[in-house]
């Protein structure tokens, strides 16, 4: 099939890296004996939290690309003159067989 546009296709892909929120681990400071009374009974939306790299994840995306054809125009131009041609013998035939 003859097409005016040439098409390729190709894949591309792309690190993304990939982050989590975790708990971050309790800071570890000097605890007084007011401290060691409350261990335990700090609330519980009083955790606080960190990003942690997990990982790499490859994504892909395709790419289409459309390259104009350059025999398209020679190709349809020699359709067109076929045309007036064949237009033209039909007036021709037609005013032959009309004029008898």
């Not at 099939?1 to 993304?16: G, Q, R, V």
């Not at 000097?30 to 519980?44: F, H, I, K, R, Y």
């Not at 995306?61 to 131009?77: D, L, M």
């Amino acid at each position: 099939m003859f097409l005016p546009f040439e098409t390729s296709f190709s894949m591309w892909f792309a690190a993304m890296p990939r982050y989590e929120w975790l708990p971050a681990p309790p800071a570890r400071a000097e605890s007084g004996p007011v401290d060691e009374c409350l261990v335990g009974t700090a609330p519980a939306d009083s955790v606080s939290w960190a990003v942690v790299f997990r990982g790499i994840e490859w994504s892909a995306y395709p790419v289409w690309h459309a390259q104009a054809n350059p025999a398209w125009e020679i190709v349809a131009q020699n359709r067109r003159d076929e045309a007036d041609e064949t237009t033209q013998e039909r007036a021709r035939h037609a005013r032959q067989v009309t004029s008898r």
